[in-house]
């Protein structure tokens, strides 16, 4: 969109072909793109997957350090450690 006014210049009349060839170029591109990210995400899910272990609750344990000196370790749901896709291996990309 930004790019697309200025490719309508009197240098490419009558038959414009540079704005034509850029919008199709563009118009190409796009769809294989999204496929691209489309296949990419679906095989991170797959090794995600395949990752996962039985037993897994999905808890994430944090140390505590109290007053007196003590540590204790709290079990707390992983959703509300603010955890990237990335350091997350339970999130699931939607496709």
Same mark, same amino acid.
């Given at each position: 969109?930004?790019? =697309?006014?200025?490719?309508?210049?009197?240098?490419?009349?009558?038959?414009?072909?540079?704005?034509?060839?850029?919008?199709?170029?563009?118009?190409?591109?796009?769809?294989?793109?999204?496929?691209?990210? /489309? %296949? %990419?995400?679906?095989?991170?899910?797959?090794? /995600?997957?395949?990752? /996962?272990?039985? =037993?897994?609750? =999905?808890?994430?344990?944090?140390?505590?350090?109290?007053?007196? =000196?003590?540590?204790?370790?709290?079990?707390?749901?992983?959703?509300?450690?603010?955890?990237?896709?990335?350091?997350?291996?339970? %999130? /699931?990309?939607?496709?």
């Amino acid at each position: 969109n930004l790019v =697309g006014p200025q490719m309508w210049q009197e240098k490419y009349k009558p038959r414009n072909r540079v704005p034509w060839a850029v919008i199709t170029t563009c118009y190409v591109l796009c769809p294989l793109t999204l496929l691209t990210l /489309r %296949f %990419f995400l679906a095989h991170e899910n797959n090794k /995600r997957d395949a990752g /996962r272990k039985e =037993g897994d609750t =999905g808890d994430a344990y944090i140390e505590q350090v109290l007053e007196d =000196g003590t540590r204790i370790e709290r079990s707390i749901d992983k959703a509300f450690l603010d955890l990237t896709d990335i350091q997350n291996r339970e %999130f /699931r990309y939607v496709l």
